[in-house]
């Protein structure tokens, strides 16, 4: 199928006036030239599509032909080129059996017009997109200065539909991704649902430690930590013996690690969760509990410290001095709260030790782990971005769906431009061919 058709664009400015590019940009702009040049486009092939079947227009004959003309009508549409009216033609095939409409757009042979959608898949993306950083209301809004925008409750609803396309696409993206370190972390959102006051949010990042990469292997909402566990394993998204870096989250370390699976306690967790404990007991006051505070988190850091610069030159009996040195006085430490009374921040200590200095062990072996779990806890701010203002609250369809495009635009832009590539079959531009020609005289266009 082929279209032409011919443009003429004249443009003047007064011999007085020096005007910013800005501003003949802006006029330019509102000529609607890419709008009226796709309708013309469309009508263009409408019209070649019409004649391919009933012959040139009053032609000698024509009332023989199978295929009739009956008549035109109006189709609207929204695109990201602006809003359109496509006048259209209708075709009767006469020889059409009696179970069957015998009237038909030829030119939906060329063109998907999505149905009876007004607004058509790249607008509707790119509505949703707009949604994933702004509210529902605002992203209808921020359209106006260039294209007309579906309403907050259209963009609710296709943000529904893509999010639920991009978690059943994302697992094609991950599935043997190998991680040899998982960070999972969740949080909470307000819930508009009647059977809960909050949403659980969990989120896993995978990281390729060889590789400094980290992809988000999974987003769920209200789910059981065993069965994200579980799903990532059957995919093969997470390497047997990978390494699992977390808070003190008893669910997520239960789920995740096994036999030949360590758990790394995220480091910067350990002070607040110990001042916590320390309160808590009740037993010291204000400045020792800060005392306390200071001298593990010190230890703890020089392990740290101990492993990034031993580590590069493989002096692995000094990580090794280091880490009995850091066990001994986290122990000492462990002791000497429970004799003044202090139960709760003793057993803290005692219960995540192993889990505290599993990184520098893992480097002792030659193997890196990561120490922090800030990675997540990076993506954890954009749920509060986007999702946890006071007066946000969601249904778990809706909040599921809206995190899934957020983080994964987020954590994977790769992945999220190839599901919109995917999304408004950016593959068929293959079959566009293009010629464009201008020419200018005397300042005339």
Known sequence: MHATIDVRFEL???????LPLATLAEAVTDQNLEAVLLESLVESLDAASVEALCGEKHAHGNGDQRFQRAGTDTRTAVTTAGEH???????????????ESSYFRPVEDVLDFDGQNRYQQDIAAKSVDLATSLSYRDAANHGDSFVSMPSPTTINRHAKKYGHKLKQFLPDCVAGTDADAVIPDGTKCHSQD??????????TLGEDTAEESRSLLDLSVNADWDETAAELDDIGAVTDDATVVSDADS?????FTDENRDHQLDLVHVGRTLGYTLWDDGVFSL????????????????????VAKHRPAEEFAAIRSRIARTRERLEKTAWQLEQFGSAKAAGYLR?????????AEHAVEGFEVPWTSNPVERLMGEVSKRCKNQWMRWTAEGLEAILQLRL????????????LD????????????????????SGKV
């Open 422 to 441: 995917e999304l408004l079959q950016r593959s068929t531009k293959t079959a566009i061919n293009c010629d464009l020609s201008i020419e200018s005289t």
């Open 408 to 419: 994964v635009k987020y954590a994977d832009p790769e992945y999220y431009q190839a599901f």
């Open 351 to 359: 219960r995540w030790l192993p889990s505290i200095v599993t990184f």
């Open 12 to 18: 003047s400015i007064d011999d007085d006036k020096t």
């Open 287 to 306: 400045d020792r509990r800060k005392e306390i505070v200071s001298e593990v988190i010190d230890e703890v850091f020089h392990l740290k410290n101990s």
């Open 251 to 255: 669910g997520i370390v239960t789920a």
């Open 194 to 203: 009647d059977d809960r006051s909050s949403h659980s949010v969990q989120a």
């Open 85 to 99: 009216e496509f006048s259209l033609h209708y075709v009767e095939d006469t020889a059409a059996s009696p179970d």
